[in-house]
Every structure is written in C-alpha cells, then in structure tokens.
C-alpha cells in the first residue's frame, strides 16, 4: 500500500511556543487530508479535514486559530500548534487520502513542558 | 457518535482465531466496513474493507452478515504480534471531504501465550 509519513515522529516543545507537523504522502496525490488526534487510552478524534488548496473544516471544539492547517500541494499537509499549553500534549495523526483510497501516517507525540 | 459498537476487550490463545465482533445497525447502503489495528503508539494500520460480501487478504477475514447491520473480523491463527486495539468503522469508499469519519473506541485485543 501507499506510504504517509509525519514528521517529526516525536517532539518536545515548552509552554507558549509553536510546533509544526508534517503529513507527507509519499507515492500518491492525495486530494484529501485528515488531522486526528488521540489522548492516552482514548480513541482517534478528527480534528479538521482539508483539501489540497482550500480551507480547511475543523469539528466542533477544535480551535482553528489553534490548530493551523495548510494542505498546499498534493503530497503536503501540515497543522501548527500555535501557543501550545501542555493539554495540548497529544499523538496527532494524519491521514491522506485520495478517490479510492486512504492511509494514515504513522503519529507525532507531541509532549509540551 | 460512533456508528459502531465493539466489546471493549477479547484475549485469544496465540494459534487460534480470533473472532472480533462489529455492530453497525444503522450502516448506510454506500457504506463500507473497515477494519484497522492499532499497536501502541503507533497510527492505525489497515486490515482489510467490504460492502456486502465476505472478504479475506493475507491478514484477515472479514463476514458480513446478510442484513450487513454487523460483521466479524477474523485473524485465522493469532500471534503475539497481532495484539493491538482494533477498530471497525463504517464509510464511504470515495474519500470527500464532507464524509466524516468517526472512530469507536475499539476492542482491544489480548493475545495469551
């Protein structure tokens, strides 16, 4: 199957800085990126959905002044946290997709101090 | 709210089968069953999708019943390696940006030496 990757795998931030994450997909176009994210011992929640070259849609709750999500070109998606604070400690997880297909990435661990 | 209702958690005896069950009562006719795997830390990993019939790939088996309200995933002979938190969602097959993915919490599944 297709290859996403995210980087970086894991990252350490302190309070009030900005983190940014990559979704890369590696072998095809991918028209569609989701952003999920994934407290300890919970399930993947979506975050926002973009489509190359437009807006993105965040869920209810999920602040997108917050949660900065450029999906500039077909292989490229990336979400800023901006002003992070220590709930915002996470595995973040993209997934890319295209007409038939999907894949996720393999997950950031984002720890802020 | 999830669209599917799996039992919290199964162990399996390493060798045997592993039989995890899904609920989709409300599964729409454009919807397919997905089956994915998580290992700690890790992003999701796809198993194996259908609409209405059985299905089965080097991984798995997937049943589905006739009324398609529910389905079984089955790992034929399980191994240490297969233990993982296992999801089944239901949606579309063209990925759109309005279609909304929402994840269950999963069965986690213990694998018993």
């Known amino acids: 199957g297709a290859v996403v990757s995210q980087h970086p795998s894991w990252v350490i931030c302190k309070s009030g800085t900005s983190v940014k994450i990559e979704c890369r997909s590696l072998?095809?176009?991918?028209?569609?990126m989701f952003w999920y994210r994934q407290f300890p011992k919970q399930s993947l929640m979506l975050m926002a959905t973009?489509?190359?070259?437009?807006?993105?849609?965040?869920e209810q709750g999920v602040e997108k002044d917050k949660f900065l999500i450029n999906h500039a070109s077909l292989t490229l998606s990336t979400l800023t946290v901006t002003s992070a604070h220590p709930e915002d400690s996470s595995f973040y997880i993209c997934?890319?997709?295209?007409?038939?297909?999907?894949?996720f990435g393999p997950g950031t661990r984002l720890t802020v101090t | 709210d999830a669209k599917t209702t799996q039992p919290p958690s199964m162990d399996c005896a390493e060798g045997r089968a592993a039989n995890l069950p899904c609920n989709h009562s409300?599964?729409?006719?454009?919807?397919?069953v997905y089956w994915y795997r998580q290992i700690h830390s890790q992003g999701p990993q796809y198993i194996i999708h259908g609409l209405k019939n059985n299905e089965t790939n080097e991984m798995a088996s997937l049943i589905i019943t006739e009324d398609r309200k529910s389905s079984t995933l089955i790992l034929p002979h399980a191994t240490l390696r297969d233990t993982a938190v296992y999801y089944c969602?239901?949606?579309?097959?063209?990925?759109?940006?309005?279609?909304?993915?929402?994840f269950g919490k999963g069965t986690r599944l213990h694998i018993l030496p």
């Open positions: 072998d095809f176009q991918a028209t569609t």
């Open positions: 997934e890319a997709g295209a007409t038939y297909e999907q894949y």
């Open positions: 973009s489509n190359e070259g437009s807006k993105a849609t965040y």
């Open positions: 969602i239901v949606r579309v097959a063209t990925v759109r940006r309005d279609d909304k993915i929402i």
């Open positions: 409300t599964i729409s006719g454009n919807e397919y």
